[in-house]
T-cell receptor, first 112, second 114 residues
């Protein structure tokens, strides 16, 4: 079955460390997105990519980095520059605007 | 820039009753799409209903329907015959044409009382 897979489901990071969240889709979708979810804040856009080898910053890109070397993959790195990384991270993909997104199941990142 | 506002952080409804969740948006584009997503305790985002701005007819999906008022930039969600499984966070979202990102509201937490 086609879908979008995020891993790991839970991730713990020590302060000062970089961590990478995985997002893989087999839907043949061109566009992929990363959002951060905090209580009471809704979903805020971190980065998005509409085509391979190209990506754009979202509203809260500081302290994060991404790559899009393959159509299927859009990993997110949370760097040590991100001061408050503890959050729930959602990856999504889309092919046509009127059908919205297909979401992954999310990664819960906790700084310990 | 688009903005989406959900003015009700929390709502509750009795089982089998009807509830309406509010959403207003702001965009300068004429071609856009509107969505309601449900996020149950599992945190999996589920598309509930969608509406193309150029369509005047309100979208319906079983017990879920919208009241789309384009001039007022309002897009409310009505849930009829509420069920315990409807308890979740509900997010309203808007996007322009092309694969531009969705802009989400802050959500409304819906509780269903048995």
């Amino acid at each position: 079955d086609g879908g979008i897979t995020q891993s790991p489901k839970y991730l713990f990071r020590k302060e000062g460390q970089n961590v990478t969240l995985s997002c893989e889709q087999n839907l043949n979708h061109d566009a992929m997105y990363w959002y951060r979810q905090d209580p009471g804040q809704g979903l805020r856009l971190i980065y998005y990519s509409q085509i391979v080898n190209d990506f754009q910053k979202g509203d809260i890109a500081e302290g994060y980095s991404v790559s899009r070397e393959k159509k299927e993959s859009f990993p997110l790195t949370v760097t040590s520059a991100q001061k408050n990384p503890t959050a729930f991270y959602l990856c999504a993909s889309s092919t046509t605007p009127n059908y919205g997104y297909t979401f992954g199941s999310g990664t819960r990142l906790t700084v310990v | 820039a688009q903005t989406v506002t959900q003015s009700q952080p929390e709502m509750s409804v009795q089982e089998a009753e009807t509830v309406t969740l509010s959403c207003t948006y702001d965009t300068s584009e004429s071609d856009y799409y509107l969505f309601w997503y449900k996020q149950p305790p599992s945190r999996q985002m589920i598309l509930v209903i969608r509406q193309e701005a150029y369509k005047q007819q309100n979208a319906t999906e079983n017990r879920f329907s919208v009241n789309f008022q384009k001039a007022a930039k309002s897009f409310s969600l009505k849930i009829s015959d509420s069920q315990l499984g409807d308890a979740a966070m509900y997010f309203c979202a808007c996007r322009h044409s092309g694969n531009t990102p969705l802009v989400f509201g802050k959500g409304t937490r819906l509780s269903v009382i048995a």
